[in-house]
């Protein structure tokens, strides 16, 4: 696991989004959501058995480590240029006005149907980290840095 590869970033970044008690696990019905956040296309049945693989236990839990073989099985034939595009059209989608960024309104909307577990406080929490200018709105950098990190 190359620990720099933007990549390897962009998991970790998500990882942390989705562990809001820096527990260094995520719940396993999170992974979904995280690659749905990531714009990543897959097969449902396919992640299951990738995750029940993965959590021979049955803890529900994964660590860091987990999660990024389970996600890397997703990720692997993307090139750079394929997730930006991704992240492009998730954007785009947002971003109805076509106006270049899309309201904390919004993204709040969308953290929150990505994972209905997220509290209130959580989602100030991601929205404060991402919207450093306090603008209230998430231009198209501001949603990459946040994804790819």
């Given at each position: 696991m190359?620990?720099?590869d933007e990549k390897t970033q962009m998991l970790k970044k998500a990882f942390a989004m989705f562990d809001q008690g820096k527990t260094g696990f995520?719940?396993?019905n999170r992974v979904a959501a995280i690659?749905?956040?990531m714009g990543q296309q897959f097969d449902a049945n396919e992640l299951a058995v990738t995750i029940e693989?993965?959590?021979k236990d049955k803890t529900g839990k994964l660590t860091f480590e987990a999660f990024y073989?389970?996600?890397a099985n997703f990720l692997e034939d993307e090139d750079d240029?394929?997730?930006?595009?991704?992240?492009?059209e998730?954007?785009?989608l947002y971003d109805k006005e076509g106006n270049g960024y899309i309201?904390?309104?919004v993204l709040r909307e969308i953290l929150g149907a990505l994972d209905d577990k997220l509290t209130s406080d959580d989602l100030d929490g991601i929205i404060e980290e991402i919207d450093e200018d306090g603008s209230g709105t998430i231009d198209f950098d501001e949603f990459m840095e946040m994804m790819t990190g």
């Open positions: 190359d620990g720099d995520i719940e396993t690659l749905n956040t693989e993965t959590d073989s389970i996600a240029e394929a997730m930006q595009n991704e992240l492009k998730a954007f785009r309201t904390t309104a």
